[in-house]
């Protein structure tokens, strides 16, 4: 089959790490190559942010990323993009011309919107068949406003784009059984939710490989997006609480957002460092910049437990590539993380911004080394058991198959709804 996938700001070609690129990234490049790979052609949709950027970029056999002109030719905030998504809706239309896709795949509220745009358009200037939209919102408004308050730099259009989106969409692919209740909550018929979780390269990310040198104490690690929604600061706070108590032998390796000279431009950066030299544990706490995706199997081989403490988290691929190494997993019990982390078996949960909690779930793996290796062997085990990109890409695919049977109901554009 045809798929089109829109990604308007996480282009599958980005650089990983810095604030708008990390698991959507991953996601839309690993779920189209998965795809491919049984058999799909697969054409990903991506807003150009450099004008030296060709237009088509082959990116795996049967994947091409289209780099469509919508907005300024340079790296712009993603809460910035909401006025050029009807351009990149044209942009699309422009190259459905050439070949006219069986499905297309909105990744994130605002390609919902140009899915939505591109599949009503052509079959109102065409008519037959409608193409029909899935939707994958990777991250809900309704969440980030209810944790972020003031600091949430949506624009004011999400409030209702993204539920009308929502509604519209023929079916919302929701990544975990949290996000089925935030869908339900807002109002989204559970009839046309199905569920696919993200995915790991199990490949990849192996317990067997090399390892980086490190020294004798044990190193624990964070590694995401460096935002301060993903609680990097509790895990220093526990760190600090361990070192107050005794414990000297214990690192933390932050991997994410900038690192060595450009460091001092990002402001999570400075404020971790001083957060870090404020709680004296300065010299225990390193930050590395991002790390390249292909480099992270022998970081994470490297670390003793990775932690995860977001205020709120809509997946967390993280800790799935951390047990996919057999490394365990401390993370907040939130959102995704309460379906893939098992408490007690995969690693341990935490109640939420809780580094008191962190720091006695540390001590229990750093201080029991068969507990920690079964943690990390029961881990690897279920992401090769429940996710795989090959089994993320099969329950996709089922979800497309199913809407090619069916007839799609009209859609109105969004203009004529008030939008
Ligand atoms: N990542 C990376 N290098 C970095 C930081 C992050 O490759 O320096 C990758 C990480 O391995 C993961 C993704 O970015 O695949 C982050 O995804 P996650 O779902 O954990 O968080 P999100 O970015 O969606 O909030």
């Known amino acids: 089959m045809r798929i089109s996938m829109v990604s308007e700001h996480a282009s599958p070609l980005a650089v990983l790490g810095g604030v708008d690129a990390g698991g959507q990234n991953v996601h839309v490049a690993a779920l189209s190559t998965a795809l491919a790979r049984r058999g799909h052609e697969v054409c990903v949709y991506t807003r150009r942010d450099d004008a030296a950027l060709p237009e088509r970029v082959p990116l795996a056999d049967g994947v091409e990323v289209v780099n469509v002109t919508a907005g300024p030719a340079r790296p712009v905030p993603k809460d910035e993009l909401f006025p050029y998504m009807n351009d990149l809706a044209t942009g699309i239309l422009d190259d459905w011309r050439r070949r006219r896709p069986d499905v297309v795949h909105g990744h994130f509220w605002m390609s919902g919107l140009a899915a939505l745009t591109a599949s009503c358009t052509e079959h109102l200037n065409h008519g037959g068949d409608r193409v029909p939209v899935v ?35 023929d079916t919302v692919l929701a990544t975990c059984s949290d996000e089925v209740a935030e869908l339900e909550a807002m109002g989204v018929d559970l009839a046309k939710v199905s569920v696919a979780p993200c ?27 460096l935002v301060p929604r993903k609680g990097t600061d509790l895990v220093i706070e526990a760190l600090a609480q361990l070192t107050a108590a005794g414990r000297d032998d214990v690192e933390l390796v932050i991997v994410g957002g900038s690192g060595g000279a450009s460091a001092a431009e990002d402001p999570e950066c400075l404020r971790l460092a001083a957060l870090a030299k404020a709680a004296g544990v300065a010299e225990r706490v390193s930050l590395r910049g991002s790390l390249a995706h292909d480099d992270l199997p022998q970081f994470f081989r490297s670390c003793d437990a990775v932690v995860c403490a977001p205020w709120y988290e809509p997946f967390g691929i993280v800790p799935l590539e951390a047990m996919a190494c057999g490394v365990p997993v401390i993370a907040a019990r939130v959102g995704g993380l309460t379906d893939s982390i ?9 109640p939420p911004r809780d580094p008191a909690a962190i720091a006695a779930a540390l001590i229990r793996i ?5 507990f920690a290796r079964a943690l990390g062997k029961a881990g690897r085990e279920r992401t090769e058991r429940l996710y795989t990109w090959d089994r993320v890409a099969q329950l996709t695919e089922e979800v497309y198959d199913r809407l090619l049977g069916a007839s799609m109901a009209r859609i109105e554009p969004a203009a004529l709804v008030g939008l």
């Open 342 to 350: 098992v408490d007690g078996v995969t690693g341990l949960h935490v």
């Open 366 to 370: 750093l201080d029991d080394a068969p």
């Open 199 to 225: 995915g790991v390269d199990t490949t990849l990310l192996a317990p067997h490989g090399p390892a980086e040198a490190r020294g004798r104490v044990h190193r624990i690690a964070v590694v995401g997006r």
């Open 135 to 169: 939707q994958t919102f990777h991250a809900l408004g309704t969440v980030k406003r209810r944790h972020q308050g003031a600091d949430d730099t949506s624009p004011a259009e999400r409030e209702r784009v993204e539920p009308w989106v929502a509604r519209t969409v």
